[in-house]
């Protein structure tokens, strides 16, 4: 006249995802049930199993996996666990198993785009404001999802890189001398040494033109002679004007 009760409902598994040599042992449930025997033998169930993901031996209660978890996909199972006794009538109870599925570190950062681009003027005073930001996810948890950014190239020594992304000047830029940095910046997740992961997109930083650069003549201070007869508007000599300068900026009047 006594139903089985479980010892310590609710209880709760943990399994690492993408687990391999499957079946596994998972853990054990335990029902009692107080009536003298043959009354009082249990045999377990499970009500449901997620598509055989899970499986109990009836006799024992001990809790199998069959399939591989994905935590990205599913964090965790409800599972309700039946207990029935041999008695007449069979009575039963139910007991619940919480199965958490721990993170394995097996996505790699992901950048929101595969290259970045920007720009910044010359001459520009350091550190003035980010020049772009970059931005990596990954859906790992814990250190496995936690990202850290580098830069990588040898253009990448004039630029600094804060922890969120935002990317700096360090140094001041002179156009004329380089007009384009193209490096690599890296996220990386924070996993133990040896099984961390990452990933890289490409960035390329234009610099803009300043009109600092004063004309200059090719050809000046020559020593022309002219005709005697030379008339109004005949040509006498043709003076070439530079401008290292781009643009408009470059165009010389003389």
């Known amino acids: 006249d006594s139903p089985p009760k479980f010892r310590h409902s609710p209880y709760t ?123 990596a996810t990954d859906p790992d948890t814990g250190d496995n999802g936690r990202i850290r950014y580098s830069l990588s190239g040898a253009d990448s020594a004039s630029f600094r890189l804060e922890a969120d992304g935002r990317l700096y000047a360090s140094a001041e830029f002179d156009r004329e001398e380089k007009d384009i940095y193209a490096f690599s910046v890296v996220a990386e997740d924070s996993a133990s040494a040896g099984l961390s992961l990452q990933t890289s997109a490409t960035v390329t930083i234009t610099i803009q033109d300043e009109n600092d650069n004063v004309p200059e003549l090719r050809n000046g201070g020559t020593l022309l002679n002219v005709p005697q007869d030379i008339k109004t508007g005949d040509f006498v000599y043709a003076l070439e004007g530079i401008d290292a300068d781009s643009g408009d900026r470059k165009s010389t009047r003389l």
Do not use: C, W
């Not at 335990?30 to 449901?48: G, R, V, W």
């Not at 199998?64 to 069979?90: C, K, M, N, W």
């Not at 039963?92 to 929101?112: A, I, K």
């Not at 970045?116 to 772009?132: D, F, K, M, Q």
């Open 13 to 135: 598994a943990r399994v690492i995802e993408n687990q391999e040599d499957l079946p596994r042992y998972m853990t054990r449930v335990a029902a009692e049930d107080p009536d003298n025997p043959p009354h009082n033998l249990i045999k377990y169930s499970l009500k449901e199993n997620f598509g055989n993901r899970f499986s109990i031996n009836s006799s024992t209660g001990d809790v199998f996996i069959h399939s591989a978890l994905d935590r990205e996909i599913d964090t965790h199972f409800q599972i309700h666990v039946v207990a029935v006794d041999t008695g007449y009538p069979r009575l039963s109870s139910t007991g619940t198993l919480s199965v958490l599925v721990e993170d394995l570190n097996d996505n790699p950062p992901t950048f929101h785009q595969n290259q970045y681009t920007g720009s910044i003027r010359e001459n520009t005073r350091v550190e003035a404001r980010p020049i772009l930001r970059v931005l």
